[in-house]
């Protein structure tokens, strides 16, 4: 069996991480493309793991039609290139969380498996370049996937579980001696995202000011160590605080971490999924139902508007003073995974098994119970 797995995103090779490796294990040949996004081929290097690049990042700027250039100009490459490499090399199955395996699987009769955990309001240009082409849309329960609910395979879980489940999940202390702490140190961890994705084209979103950021590092600096990582570079003013990691280490330093505040909402979801406290600024909040749920159901991060830094410094605080804080949110998280499947081995047995698990899913309707 031929396998072909498309990435567009870094957290997105942690995704297929575990099923790569299972597969490669029993002999299948499985395939990465990637796009160049972000730190993605450095953690490939990291982890080495094969790939073939069939996009360079096409640059964009601040306001939306560049992001929108960008975003059309990329997926056209992308997929001239994968047509041009499944000619070579045709897969029996194609999945992933790239646009162009859909496009292509399409040409070529390829079947096709897209995964995603973004409510399609959230992320409408991805959803409606991709959702008609697609076999397959895999997303969590809780998600909004339009009207191509026909085509949905839902489970009960989020994206991320398939990476940050006990199964796999083993996170290694080794970390804090490289950057100079010991394990009873406290320490915060700060992310600060870009916002030039193709979900953020209206420009209509923001996150983490420049002043808040000042005042969240002079509470948490009286209690630990500060450290900083930015998706659009630390600036002068911050750099002693800059988080310097190998880049497929940094889900091993969140568990460590006593706090974790950002504007992302991608490692929001992480680090709720390992129980260390996280506090999210952006103006996404109330808008995404993977995190509505992980907060409102299991408490286990909290979201505030960018037009009121008060509210982030207030829940900062309250934090701090919450007795027994990381023991607290373990057991919140250990509360959650009850009700959620192992991604991973569920994904292996679709694959595994298809065509005919497609079908056991639509006549089944427990067929996830023997994955929590």
């Not at 697609?134 to 969590?140: A, E, W």
């Not at 961890?189 to 209509?204: C, Q, S």
């Not at 506090?279 to 299991?298: Q, T």
């Amino acid at each position: 069996m031929n396998v072909l797995v498309a990435l567009s995103h870094p957290a997105h090779y942690y995704l297929f991480k575990f099923f790569y490796k299972d597969l490669k294990s029993k002999g299948t040949d499985v395939r990465f493309v990637v796009r160049e996004k972000d730190i993605l081929e450095s953690i490939l290097i990291s982890e080495k793991v094969d790939y073939i690049k069939i996009c360079k990042e096409v640059k964009r700027g601040s306001n939306k039609y560049s992001i929108l250039f960008g975003a059309i100009k990329e997926m056209l490459i992308q997929d001239y290139n994968l047509f041009r490499y499944t000619i070579k090399w045709r897969p029996d199955i194609m999945l992933g969380t790239d646009i162009s395996i859909s496009h292509v699987g399409k040409l070529m009769r390829i079947p096709n498996i897209v995964l995603n955990e973004d409510d399609y309001e959230i992320n409408k240009l991805f959803c409606t370049a991709t959702y008609p082409f697609t076999n397959h849309i895999l997303t969590p329960k809780v998600c909004n996937v339009g009207k191509y609910t026909g085509k949905r395979i839902a489970y009960d879980g989020y994206q991320k579980i398939a990476y940050l489940h006990p199964n796999y999940f083993r996170p290694k202390e080794s970390v804090l001696k490289s950057i100079g702490l010991n394990k009873d140190d406290q320490f915060y961890v700060i992310r600060l995202v870009a916002l030039n994705a193709v979900h953020d084209v209206e420009k209509n979103h923001s996150g983490v000011s420049i002043a808040l950021l000042k005042n969240i590092i002079k509470i948490l600096s009286s209690k630990g160590k500060v450290f900083i990582t930015s998706e659009k570079g630390v600036l002068s003013e911050f750099k002693k605080y800059e988080l310097k990691i190998k880049p497929n280490e940094i889900h091993d330093l969140m568990y460590y971490a006593d706090m974790f505040i950002s504007d992302s909402q991608s490692m929001t979801v992480e680090s709720a999924l390992i129980g260390t406290p996280s506090i999210r600024c952006s103006s996404f909040v109330g808008k995404i139902n993977v995190l509505e749920e992980l907060e409102h159901a299991y408490k286990l991060t909290f979201g505030v508007k960018p037009d009121n830094p008060k509210g982030v410094i207030l829940k900062i605080k309250e934090l701090l003073d919450l007795h027994n804080l990381k023991d607290e949110f373990r057991a919140r998280r250990d509360n959650m995974l009850k009700d959620k499947i192992d991604l991973t081995a569920f994904l292996l047995w679709i694959v595994k098994n298809y065509p005919k698990s497609i079908n056991e899913i639509k006549n089944k309707s427990d067929y996830q119970s023997s994955f929590k």
